[in-house]
């Protein structure tokens, strides 16, 4: 079934992905780091430009950059004038994909802060960089109950906040699961239940990266 899937993703994004070298070059960052494939996979990265393109994002803030592929998919989608505000805690992870950045020519409208998120997102609210039109989560999956209290704060209505990850092959059915990934996926599901200012719906994937998935959240008040 999962080579039915890759197949899919393969077929559909060669039809309608178009990834130029300095997107192909951020796609090999979980390879150049000897991690599993753990960006966005080609498809998703198109439909996050798309979704940017279709709010009219002027300002964008991403929670974990990684690579830097999804950061070239959204920045590619901000007009000239356009912020995207991207958080990596890895000093490492964050040299290399500034430099992707670069040469994918999209450097003047990206704003990478190095660091703990928890500590560099307080940051952005004193500096007034917000609200955010579009937040894009997609650091450790222990954390995104904290980083969806901080997208909240940092959005108004209408602002789209995605969550990654949020399935987890299916182990975000597992209440009893000792997995802190797991546990911070199930706070998060039962924080954007209970939260008023916001409608949502969690979507399974398959494909590349096998089954998964990710949170839609629409601020509405």
């Not at 996050?48 to 998919?73: C, D, M, P, Q, V």
Request: glycine share 10%.
């Amino acid at each position: 079934m999962e080579e039915q899937w890759a197949a899919i993703d393969t077929y559909a994004n060669g039809l309608l992905v178009d990834q130029d070298e300095a997107l192909r070059n951020a796609a090999g960052a979980s390879r150049e780091a000897g991690l599993p494939e753990i960006a966005v996979s080609p498809g998703q990265g198109k439909f996050l430009h798309l979704l940017a393109l279709t709010n009219k994002a002027r300002r964008i803030l991403e929670i974990g950059t990684f690579g830097g592929y999804s950061t070239i998919w959204l920045a590619r989608a901000l007009p000239p004038d356009g912020l995207l505000v991207t958080c990596e805690r890895e000093e490492g992870f964050a040299k290399k994909a500034w430099a992707r950045i670069e040469a994918a020519g999209v450097a003047d409208r990206v704003d990478l802060r190095t660091g703990k998120a928890l500590e560099t997102l307080p940051a952005l609210e004193a500096e007034g960089l917000g609200p955010f039109d579009l937040v894009f989560v997609d650091a450790d999956k222990a954390g995104i109950p904290d980083y969806f209290t901080w997208a909240l704060k940092l959005s108004r209505p209408g602002t789209v906040i995605i969550v990654d990850n949020v399935v987890l092959e299916g182990a975000v059915t597992d209440a009893t699961s000792p997995n802190p990934a797991v546990q911070g996926v199930r706070r998060f599901h039962e924080m954007v239940a209970a939260e008023p200012r916001v409608s949502a719906t969690t979507m399974q994937t398959v494909g590349v990266r096998g089954h998964d998935g990710f949170t839609y959240v629409l601020v509405t008040g």
